[in-house]
């Protein structure tokens, strides 16, 4: 996605709604998800995503995308990229997870709003609450995104 000033927030209210299907996926031993990448098991790595999403998310909101890719070099950190389909109601958002051993992180590659606004923060709101509504726990409040200055 081609990088802009609401990038950074949008990013940040991804990953403030995905940080517990992260953290499930963390769980899974690395050698299993490199496996499923490197011999292209993406129907088994679909069902681990859609696992881990199933407890957070109502069903079919988070789905794995394309497949994704890892970093594995002698005497460093392995790293696990997967490809993600995000699709609450009125956004589809395209992301890469970034999985390693004590950090997690979202990169947006597309984000497509069904009505988009025409003030990108009025988007970054309905982002917030699309993700709300689709989850089973609530994860941001509203409030926590601040309008900007005028």
Aim: hydrophobic share 45%; with cysteine.
């Amino acid at each position: 996605m081609r990088q802009n000033e609401y990038s950074a927030e949008w990013e940040k209210i991804v990953a403030d709604a995905i940080c517990a299907v992260a953290s499930e996926m963390r769980l899974i031993d690395v050698a299993d998800l490199i496996s499923m990448l490197r011999f292209e098991r993406h129907a088994d790595l679909a069902d681990l995503v859609a696992s881990a999403a199933e407890m957070f998310f109502l069903p079919g909101t988070i789905k794995l995308g394309i497949g994704g890719d890892y970093n594995l070099d002698w005497g460093g950190p392995p790293q696990v990229v997967l490809d993600l389909e995000i699709r609450p109601r009125g956004v589809t958002i395209y992301a890469r997870l970034t999985l390693e051993q004590d950090y997690a992180g979202v990169e947006i590659n597309h984000i497509d709003f069904d009505a988009p606004h025409d003030n990108p923060h009025d988007n970054a709101l309905l982002l917030a609450s699309s993700l709300r509504a689709a989850a089973f726990r609530p994860f941001l409040q509203a409030h926590q995104i601040a309008r900007p200055a005028a």
